[in-house]
T-cell receptor, first 114, second 111 residues
């Protein structure tokens, strides 16, 4: 079965640094998402992306966050100035037909902000 | 809130037994989905049930949805040690592109 791939699997950064988390969604999918999971807590929605623009974002997704689909295959999440509370597992997901079909999730990037 | 809440938070059973996990939510939904997460890994979609459906099967999985009670259940029959994982329900509402997840049920199947 096709997979969503995420790199890196682990990222350690200093507070205030910029990080870019990378994802390669499934090739014929049109909807792309970022979610995060702080240790021991729920999986939380960050942002959805369709037709080269953000279609919905949560209150977590403030001005420090941005997403980009720079070419036909990659989908990135940038955090401009990381905070301690950004430490979490970040999951990329994609779907062929949106959230009313199944989402395919990547294995995640564990971000640790020191 | 449309958040799903799973019950129980943790469940430990013997191989071969059935496992039932429940999920409740608070608002009208479009669909409800169940996902599985092995420790430290990504989420794997198990089954999607739409708001106009009452029951759905996939292999050893059976999902029910009761929209009048705003609840769903996931039944895993004849459990195996490999079923050990956390199971999450998630729902969508209206025109939102957001999947809202519950806290999950941690299932341990003992060999």
């Amino acid at each position: 079965e096709p997979e969503v791939t995420q790199t890196p699997s682990h990222q350690v950064t200093q507070m205030g640094q910029e990080v870019i988390l990378r994802c390669v969604p499934i090739s014929n999918h049109l909807y792309f998402y970022w979610y995060r999971q702080i240790l021991g807590q729920k999986v939380e929605f960050l942002v959805s992306f369709y037709n080269n623009e953000i279609s919905e974002k949560s209150e977590i997704f403030d001005d420090q966050f941005s997403v980009e689909r720079p070419d036909g295959s990659n989908f990135t999440l940038k955090i401009r100035s990381t905070k301690l509370e950004d430490s979490a597992m970040y999951f990329c997901a994609s779907s062929r037909g949106g959230v009313n079909e199944k989402l395919f999730f990547g294995s995640g990037t564990q971000l640790s902000v020191l | 809130s449309q958040q799903g809440e799973e019950d129980p938070q943790a469940l430990s059973i013997q191989e071969g037994e059935n496992a039932t996990m429940n999920c409740s939510y608070k608002t009208s939904i479009n669909n409800l989905q169940w996902y599985r997460q092995n420790s430290g890994r990504g989420l794997v979609h198990l089954i999607l049930i739409r708001s106009n459906e009452r029951e759905k099967h996939s292999g050893r999985l059976r999902v029910t949805l009761d929209t009048s009670k705003k609840s769903s259940s996931l039944l895993i029959t004849a459990s195996r040690a490999a079923d050990t994982a956390s199971y999450f329900c998630a729902n969508t509402q209206g025109g939102s592109e957001k999947l809202v997840f519950g806290k999950g049920t941690k299932l341990t199947v003992n060999p």
